[in-house]
């Protein structure tokens, strides 16, 4: 019989390295059904469409960079959502002047908001020593309805502010 001697190092790399391939290789958890869901309150038609409101959409292009960081994102003060990797959501105000930025106050602008006109505002994750930070940068109409088509709409229980919220996953307003 032969006795094969291993050193504690050895066994400590294969477990790593055994663990690393689980981790890279696990799948993702499986959809949860839509009876186990929480359905949203009921909602209005969309409001942009049937009033002189203006309609802004946050959206976040999926990114791996910072995908775990959930930054918050503010209009006049108000907590909208969490924002999440990949994701978007609209919010539909009153015309006149807003304040959009992000829950670091670092990050955002002024908009004077014209009645029944749309605006794009995208979130971007720069990378810091300790913590990631979100940017917010308001673009283009041409640019923002492009890359919005490659979002999915923000789940529901990332939406903090219902009354001003009003496309998220759920939802009957539609972009």
């Known amino acids: 019989m032969i006795h094969i001697k291993y050193s504690p190092k050895l066994v ?22 839509p009876t186990a869901v929480p359905s949203p309150a009921p909602v209005d038609p969309p409001v942009a469409a049937k009033s002189n409101k203006s309609r802004i959409y946050f959206y976040r292009i999926k990114q791996f960079a910072g ?21 978007y ?24 908001m014209k009645s029944g006109e749309e605006y794009y505002a995208k979130i971007t994750i720069d990378t810091g020593f300790w913590k990631g930070h979100g940017r917010l940068t308001l673009l283009q109409k041409e640019q923002g309805a492009f890359e919005l088509k ?17 496309v998220y996953e759920g939802s009957e307003n539609k972009p």
């Open 150 to 166: 490659k979002v999915k709409p923000l789940d529901a229980v990332k939406v903090k502010d219902r009354s001003l919220v009003t």
């Open 12 to 33: 400590v790399v294969c477990l790593l390295l055994l663990f690393a391939a689980a981790v890279c290789h696990a799948q993702e958890p499986a959809p949860v059904p």
């Open 67 to 87: 995908s775990a960081l959930e930054p918050s994102v503010y209009c006049d003060d108000k907590e909208l959502a969490r924002m999440d990797n990949g994701r």
């Open 89 to 112: 959501f609209a919010v539909d105000l009153e015309p006149g002047e807003h304040t959009c930025r992000m829950g670091d106050k670092q990050t955002g602008f002024a908009l004077d």
